[in-house]
C-alpha cells in the first residue's frame, strides 16, 4: 500500500488563499509520486478533513499520516484538528493517524521572507530599515512567543536593522503599535512582512492597516512584503515534516504549552478537553455553518 499523507490547512473565505492552498497540495504530490496525498480544511471553506479522508480510506488506506499546514503551535494545531482527527478514526474504526508538527520557523521559511524583503529594498540599505514581521495572534503565549522568535531569528546574522513583533488579531502590539515602535527607534523606511502562508481575510487586514498607518506618517516610507506562498520551499518544509513522523524524529514544543503547563494569566487552559471544529461542508456540523461552538476571529 502507498504511504498516505493528508495536509490540512486552516481555510479561509478567499478564493485566492484557497486556490494557493490547493497548489500546494499538487506540488507536496509532485515531490512524492510514491504516495497518496490529499489536502483538506480545517473550516470556513471546502473540502473539509472528512472529504478528505473520506478519499483515502476509500483508496484503501488505514493509516494516514497529517501534517498541519500552520505556521506556529496554537489552538488549532494543538486541540482543533487533533479533536477533528479523532472524530474521524470514530468514524472509520481500524483508521490509525500519525500527527506532525507545524512548519515553525523553518530556515527555508526564513530564506523566502529574505528574499520578500530584498525585492522591496536592496541589501546595502537593511541596516537602515525597520521590519515589522506581522503574525496571525492566538490566545496562547507559547504560539506568540513562536512569532517573536521567528522575528529574532530573520534578524539574526542579515544586517536588518531591527524586526519588531506585531499581530493582526487576538494579541498585541498591533500592526500600528508595530510600526510606531520601528518609528521610535529612528527609522524612515518601514517594511511590513506578514508571517503568513496565503492570501486570506487576516493578510487583507494587514495591507488595510499598513496603508492606513502609512497615509497618516506620510515621512517614513512604508513597504510591504508579500504572503510566504505554494513555492517550493514550503512544499519542501510539509514533506521534510511528513518525513519526520516516520524517522521518529518529531520535536513538539510542550514545554511551555498553555493544556499543560499552568502559565499566568492563562491557567484555565490547563487540561482543558478539545472539541472539534464544526465545518460548513461537513454533515456532522449542527448548525450548517462554521464556529457553531463560538470560535470566532
Given at each position: 500500500m502507498r504511504p498516505a499523507l493528508l495536509v490540512i490547512g486552516h481555510g479561509t473565505k478567499s478564493e485566492a488563499g484557497c486556490a494557493e492552498f490547493a497548489a500546494l497540495v499538487d506540488r507536496v504530490q509532485l515531490r512524492v509520486p510514491y504516495a497518496d496525498v490529499q489536502g483538506g480544511f480545517l473550516e470556513l471553506a471546502p473540502p473539509p478533513i472528512q472529504d478528505a479522508v473520506n478519499r483515502l480510506v476509500?483508496?484503501?488506506?488505514?493509516?494516514?499520516?497529517?501534517?498541519?499546514?500552520?505556521?506556529?503551535?496554537?489552538?488549532?494545531?494543538?486541540?482543533d484538528i487533533p479533536a477533528a482527527l479523532e472524530r474521524e478514526r470514530l468514524r472509520h474504526p481500524g483508521l490509525v493517524f500519525r500527527y506532525g508538527r507545524p512548519l515553525g520557523s523553518h530556515p527555508d521559511l526564513l530564506c523566502v521572507a529574505e528574499a520578500r524583503l530584498e525585492a522591496?529594498?536592496?541589501?546595502?540599505?537593511?541596516?537602515?530599515?525597520?521590519?515589522?514581521?506581522?503574525?496571525?495572534?492566538a490566545t496562547d503565549p507559547d504560539a506568540n512567543a513562536e512569532v517573536a522568535k521567528t522575528a529574532r531569528l530573520l534578524q539574526e546574522g542579515r544586517?536588518?536593522?531591527?524586526?519588531?513583533?506585531?499581530?493582526?488579531?487576538?494579541?498585541?502590539p498591533s500592526v500600528p503599535q508595530g510600526l510606531d515602535r520601528a518609528v521610535a527607534l529612528g527609522y524612515r523606511r518601514v517594511v511590513v512582512l506578514p508571517w503568513f502562508l496565503f492570501a486570506g481575510v487576516l493578510p487583507d487586514r494587514i495591507t488595510a492597516q499598513t496603508g492606513e498607518w502609512a497615509a497618516q506618517h506620510p515621512d517614513?516610507?512604508?513597504?510591504?512584503?508579500?504572503?510566504?506562498?505554494?513555492?517550493?520551499e514550503l512544499a519542501g518544509v510539509v514533506v521534510e515534516r511528513w518525513t519526520e513522523i516516520g524517522g521518529g524524529d518529531l520535536r513538539m514544543n510542550c514545554d511551555t504549552c498553555a493544556y499543560r503547563v499552568a502559565l499566568p494569566g492563562f491557567e484555565d487552559k490547563l487540561g482543558a478537553p478539545q472539541t472539534p471544529h464544526d465545518h460548513p461542508d461537513d454533515p456532522a456540523d449542527p448548525h450548517g455553518h462554521g464556529h457553531a461552538h463560538g470560535h470566532a476571529h
Open positions: 476509500d483508496a484503501g488506506h488505514t493509516s494516514i499520516d497529517v501534517v498541519p499546514l500552520v505556521l506556529v503551535a496554537a489552538g488549532h494545531s494543538k486541540g522591496l529594498v536592496p541589501r546595502e540599505l537593511w541596516a537602515g530599515t525597520a521590519v515589522v514581521l506581522v503574525g496571525r495572534g544586517g536588518i536593522g531591527t524586526v519588531e513583533t506585531a499581530f493582526i488579531s487576538l494579541a498585541t517614513v516610507e512604508v513597504l510591504e512584503a508579500g504572503l510566504i506562498g505554494p513555492g517550493e
